[in-house]
């Protein structure tokens, strides 16, 4: 019965998003689902998780300018091709992205703004948005999430290659003093190499100071902090990666309560992106991180489908600028019963009832009260 409704949705209808109709077409897969999850901008509530967690590393990049509320329809050119995807890359397929119709998607990760905000000649910034992929539904997967995009652009001359070794002076000092454990990669390396365009030796300063910038970032959230990792030195680790649109690419990962946890994506930014951009004579970094996955650990979420829950007994748990320990709740809301009934000659006594609610239905009550005897 499901699947015939979900077939049977008229095909005429155009799609209504944010307030726009769009045409379908045979490419058109988006869901009505999916079309209720967007402009939720859980991101931007200062009390809710991801609105929290968005503010915390906004402060931590203190310098960058940190941009919200951009609209997630993208065309194909702006999610691949502009960032160099090829033609028969899996995630293009309307198997895995959601499509509006043949001309327009919505976006799958952040970076599909690179170009436009490097063409504004923005050089250090930041944009936190929700992002659309068709996936598996568990506990730390879901169709709709949140990323983070960071870059920060240095001119490829003498000042930018004095500017990118006098910020990594500053960051490695900092990092020393913490309780960090770094397990690196190479900054450079014959499987992870610098573009051809690039002077090595600035690749290799720009891929450290990328590294040093999120190492810092990861301190900021992870470090030292209660009911997390008290006391334990943080462990970072760095891993070798690819993206179309990067390279030297890295993934990092954190270790938390027994096992590593993928946090972000990053890289030396393709200089065609920069081309594209129409910013000649510079070289940056980029990273993406997930911000579900480091608000599930910061807070103790322990399900991704809870960041979507307008219960009160959720969002009431959370303050602006605060990380605390989520406290579980029931799934199910608040059900009240009254029961009335004749007491036998012999007595009943109200622990007999209890026992006899608590033989029958478990632990699924909460509370038996006594409201009256007549
Ligand atoms: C990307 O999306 C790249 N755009 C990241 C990037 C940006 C690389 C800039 C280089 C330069 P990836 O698909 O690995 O990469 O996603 C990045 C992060 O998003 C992951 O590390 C993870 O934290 C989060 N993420 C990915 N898929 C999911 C999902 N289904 N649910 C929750 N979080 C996810
Ligand atoms: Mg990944």
Redesign the pocket.
């Known amino acids: 019965l499901q699947l015939r409704r979900c077939y049977s949705t008229p095909t005429h209808a155009p799609v209504t998003l944010l307030g726009k109709e769009y045409p379908r077409d045979a490419t058109t897969n988006i869901t009505s689902a999916i079309i209720d999850k967007v402009g939720r901008n859980l991101y931007m509530n200062p009390s809710h998780p991801l609105g929290i967690l968005q503010s915390l590393i906004s402060s931590h990049f203190r310098d960058f300018n940190s941009m919200t509320g951009v609209p997630p329809v993208v065309t194909p050119a702006q999610n691949f091709d502009d960032l160099g995807f090829p033609a028969d890359h899996p995630g293009r397929s309307v198997t895995d992205s959601y499509y509006i119709n043949r001309d327009l998607m919505l976006r ?4 599909a703004h690179e170009v436009e905000v490097f063409a504004r000649g923005e050089r250090k910034w930041l944009l936190s948005a929700d992002v659309y ?1 068709r ?1 598996e539904i568990d506990a ?3 169709p709709v ?1 949140h ?1 983070m ?1 960071g870059a920060r652009v240095f001119s490829s001359d003498a000042n930018g290659k004095a500017e990118v070794q006098e910020d990594n002076e500053r960051l490695s000092q900092h990092l020393a003093r913490s309780n960090i454990i770094i397990e690196d990669v190479p900054h450079i390396s014959p499987t992870n190499p610098p573009q051809d365009v690039h002077d090595p030796v600035l690749a290799e300063l720009v891929a450290h100071n990328l590294k040093l910038s999120l190492n810092s970032l990861m301190l900021t959230l992870f470090g030292n902090r209660a009911g997390v990792n008290e006391g334990e030195p943080l462990r970072v680790r760095w891993i070798e990666a690819y ?1 179309p ?2 390279t030297p ?1 890295f ?1 990092v990962e954190v270790f938390f309560r027994g096992k590593w946890l ?6 030396v ?1 393709q200089q065609q992106t920069l081309d594209r951009a129409g910013v000649p004579g510079s070289i940056s970094w ?5 911000l ?2 480091i608000a599930m650990i910061l807070f103790s979420i322990p399900d ?1 489908r809870l960041f979507w829950s307008q219960d009160p007994r959720f969002l009431s748990q959370f303050l602006a600028g605060q990380i605390t320990t989520f406290k579980p709740y029931s799934k199910y809301p608040a059900c009240y019963k009254d029961v009335s009934f004749w007491l036998p000659d012999t007595g009943l006594h109200d622990n007999d009832f209890c026992d006899l609610v608590r033989d029958t239905a478990g632990d699924l009550v909460q509370d038996v009260v006594l409201v009256g005897r007549k």
């Open positions: 799958t990760h952040t970076s992929r996936d730390s997967h879901y999430f990323q995009e993206f649109f990067t690419s993934e993928e946090i972000l994506g990053c890289g930014v980029a990273f993406g991180l997930g579900e996955r991704i």
